[in-house]
């Protein structure tokens, strides 16, 4: 079974800017994966940021971006603020109505 | 705006078989614009996808659990439902039902239930 892939724990400046990949075990991330990005925190549901690969959610600040970069689809945060502190997860569609999870990445701003 | 709201126990013993309901307000479950979909973290690890369901009745479930998992609609009461049997403490999570878009464009969770911690003891 196909693996999605992110880092484990990733740290940041506040103020700084922070790219979060999204990758597979095995081929390369595309459009067609309908990339999204969710943030969670604990004891809250989780926040839709990006569908669509590059498309915010509504209410999300433009600090939030999404885009593929090479084989990954990415989630860049710029300006990073201390409430930006939270795990963040990416979806990819495979296709035969199937959805897989990232295995998540721990933002810390330090 | 879409609300949904998870509910069942919150202990189920193993080998049973876990049941949540998600109610839906604010919109139909007969919608054409979405899936209805059951999403879980286990304590300490990531979300992992369980399945998704149309109102039409056509289901979509993660190959891991597809053995274990029911989901089905309520339409009587605008609900979905997910049933998990042979359950072990591996289960042990909180459950989320959310949507799905139906089209590719929309192809994301959108609206979040609270979540249910479900606790099956070891």
């Known amino acids: 079974q196909t693996v999605v892939t992110q880092e484990p724990s990733f740290s940041v400046s506040p103020g700084g800017t922070v790219t979060l990949t999204c990758g597979l075990s095995s081929g390369s991330v595309s459009t067609s994966h309908y990339p999204s990005w969710y943030q969670k925190t604990p004891g809250q549901a989780p926040r839709t940021l990006i569908y669509?690969?590059?498309t915010r959610s509504s209410g999300v600040p433009d600090r939030f971006s999404g885009s593929i970069l090479g084989n990954k689809a990415a989630l860049t945060i710029t300006g990073t603020q201390a409430d930006d502190e939270s795990d963040y997860y990416c979806?990819?569609?495979?296709?035969?109505?199937?959805?897989?999870f990232g295995g998540g990445t721990k933002l810390t701003v330090l | 705006q879409l609300y949904l709201q998870e509910s069942g126990p919150g202990l189920v013993k193993p080998s049973e078989t876990l049941s949540l309901t998600c109610a839906v307000s604010g919109g139909s479950i007969s919608s054409s614009s979405y899936y209805w979909a059951w999403i879980r973290q286990p304590p300490g690890t990531g979300l992992e996808w369980i399945g998704n369901i149309y109102h039409s009745g056509s289901t979509y479930y993660n190959p891991s659990l597809k053995s274990r998992v029911t989901i089905s609609v309520v339409t009587s009461k605008n609900q979905f439902s997910l049933n998990l049997s042979s359950v072990t403490a591996a289960d042990t999570a909180v459950y989320y039902c959310?949507?799905?878009?139906?089209?590719?464009?929309?192809?994301?969770?959108?609206?979040w239930g609270q979540g249910a911690l479900v606790t099956v003891p070891s």
């Open positions: 959310a949507t799905r878009g139906y089209s590719s464009r929309y192809n994301y969770f959108d609206y």
């Open positions: 979806v990819l569609y495979m296709g035969s109505g199937i959805s897989v």
């Open positions: 669509n690969t590059d």
